[in-house]
């Protein structure tokens, strides 16, 4: 973790600049001048106003709640789409969270609980890098990382809209997007490539730029992981991670994102599962649940006013310190105003139910956070409309736009880190037999199959041999023997992010390879689809390439870039090692 003078002075930019001037208009929206037009969602509109005076105060809180669905098409008859019809008609509560199918069934699935809802149903999605992170057809971008290292804050913008255009073709209103954590921890399992690097000025230039992109299109943007969760070693997925910084500290790296998003318009922000002792000391409460920082940090010091979401509450960093009841009552009381995916949705609303009819939650907090809902809603013209055109979707989804933003993004990332003995670009008269040697961490499926397609495209070589690794590794001695007779090594790893896995490391062993390799043979090159700061634990590796995703275009992107067909342009956005810092990056 490095505290470098780039963040002091952002820190300074950041909270010592006066926002610019926001001006009440005629219909109740908030423009924000110089910076994005801001809906204000807290504002008294009368159709919002009737609504809430006609809904029982069990119908509110249902409001609040958002639950989840794996989202394939559902025959009506089966128990999950009964579990779902059952939360919209007699729990009306407010809307859904999606994570897999294809888009034509998902917009299917939303449109048929659109029909059964009497309110209009506030449908969310985890689209960070695109609709095919959940959905078989989507669109599928480079990390958030690929975007810091191209420099080039357009890119954020036109990704955020073209992503957005597809949300709302499948019925999709708020995409949890973009994570705006501050990746300043190597040893971070969750965050990583996901953000897009470790300075607050790149992180909150990217951030807002995607934000106005996704909020352009008509989807509410949500800025996350909040207070920051870029600098811890836990994976909130599975405990509940304590950040033991100061505030001066946090307003100097972490929050300054959160600030430059607000000030941008973002309407929703997501709060972290993470313990953050200098705000609130309260053993093992989450910011998710914490009054302190919600209420305290982020509504009153940075003065939010959006739709405050908490992370997934199924996840351990909540569910291994509080029942469903508690966590329902904590959320109501720290400021939060959608309560996603509570381990128990009638149960949730009893509790919260019950503490307002004994008095102590009072019916105006329900109120003030339900406006905010309906407001939303109303933003988003669900009222007018909200049923999605099934027949248009596959025109929309995935689009030859969205490819072509995709592979842009792709070509403009990768990023030349060392090149010792100009092993790259690779030309047809430099090596005759290359070796092919993919590792992958075994957290997830790697890509490596395109990769050697791709590279067996360029018919550059005499002889291509491949060997495909995952997770441990036994035959080391006789990989390194069979690696000398090739003029070329080439290593593809495919360290990637995945919940619940606590690393983003490669295994000992195979760390134990690439030394063995780099000691005894000669050309190698290693190219990092994934977590870019893997050479701290090979070093003396001659030629190191990151690229951040795995995803086809990134693949190609690399594959061009390695034979010389496009330029490497990229620059790092995080410090990887001692030797490469921030803004490293060889261009040719």
Excluded at 169 to 189: E, F, K, M, T, W
Excluded at 225 to 237: A, L, Q, R, V, W
Excluded at 309 to 332: I, P, Q
């Amino acid at each position: 973790m490095l505290l470098t003078f780039r963040f002091i002075i952002s820190a300074m930019l950041f909270f010592f600049h006066t926002p610019d001037k926001i001006i009440q208009s005629t219909e109740g929206a908030m423009s924000v001048h110089g910076i994005h037009d801001y809906y204000d969602f807290t504002a008294i509109s009368p159709e919002t106003e009737k609504k809430i005076s006609e809904m029982t105060l069990r119908e509110k809180i249902a409001q609040m709640i958002i639950s989840s669905s794996d989202g394939f098409a559902l025959d009506e008859n089966s128990v999950e789409f009964q579990r779902l019809r059952n939360l919209v008609i007699n729990e009306k509560i407010g809307g859904f969270i999606f994570f897999k199918g294809n888009s034509v069934q998902e917009a299917g699935l939303i449109n048929k609980l659109q029909q059964l809802s009497e309110t209009p149903l506030l449908m969310s999605a985890d689209f960070e890098r695109g609709t095919r992170m959940r959905l078989d057809d989507g669109s599928l971008y480079p990390n958030n990382m690929a975007l810091g290292a191209t420099r080039d804050p357009e890119l954020a913008y036109k990704m955020g809209y073209e992503i957005a255009k597809e949300c709302r073709a499948i019925g999709i209103h708020q995409n949890y997007a973009p994570v705006v954590d501050v990746n300043n921890n190597s040893l971070n399992p969750i965050i990583n490539v996901r953000s897009f690097g470790e300075d607050p000025m790149l992180v909150s230039e990217m951030g807002d730029k995607m934000v106005k992109g996704i909020q352009d299109a008509n989807v509410i943007a949500t800025a996350k992981h909040f207070p920051g969760h870029g600098d811890t070693e836990i994976d909130s997925h599975s405990d509940l991670p304590v950040l033991n910084l100061d505030m001066p500290r946090l307003e100097s790296v972490e929050l300054p994102p959160f600030k430059s998003a607000i000030e941008a318009g973002v309407m929703s922000v997501m709060i972290a599962h993470l313990s953050f002792p200098a705000v609130d000391d309260e053993s093992n409460v989450p910011a998710s649940l914490s009054t302190k920082l919600i209420g305290g940090l982020l509504q009153d010091k940075l003065g939010f006013k959006g739709l405050v979401v908490t992370d997934a509450l199924n996840m351990a960093g909540v569910v291994k310190h509080f029942s469903t009841e508690e966590v329902a009552l904590r959320c109501v009381n720290a400021g939060v105003d959608l309560i996603l995916m509570p381990q128990g949705e009638t149960r949730t609303i009893d509790a919260i139910e019950g503490a307002v009819l004994n008095g102590s939650i009072s019916e105006e907090r329900i109120n003030s956070s339900v406006r905010k809902i309906l407001n939303a809603k109303q933003w988003l013209k669900l009222y007018e409309n909200k049923i999605v055109d099934e027949s248009i979707v596959s025109n929309i989804v995935n689009s030859a736009d969205s490819k072509a933003l995709a592979r842009e993004i792709a070509n403009k990332s990768i990023t030349l880190v060392k090149n010792s003995g100009d092993v790259l670009p690779f030309t047809e008269q430099q090596q005759k037999k290359c070796l092919i040697i993919s590792m992958n961490n075994g957290n997830e499926k790697a890509n490596s199959d395109y990769f050697l397609k791709t590279f067996k495209e360029t018919n550059q070589f005499s002889e291509l041999s491949f060997y495909d690794l995952s997770g441990d590794i036994t035959n080391t001695s006789e990989i390194i023997s069979d690696a000398a007779g090739y003029d070329l090594i080439i290593i593809p790893i495919y360290a990637k992010v995945k919940i619940k896995t606590g690393t983003v490391g490669l295994p000992s062993s195979q760390l134990d390879l690439i030394n063995g390799l780099t000691a005894s043979s000669g050309k190698i090159c290693i190219i990092s689809f994934g977590n870019p700061y893997l050479i701290q634990g090979f070093p003396e590796v001659g030629s190191y390439v990151c690229a951040y995703s795995d995803s086809e275009v990134s693949i190609e992107a690399a594959v061009d870039a390695a034979f010389g067909k496009i330029k490497f342009t990229g620059k790092l956005p995080v410090t990887i090692s001692n030797n490469f810092g921030f803004g490293h990056g060889i261009t040719n």
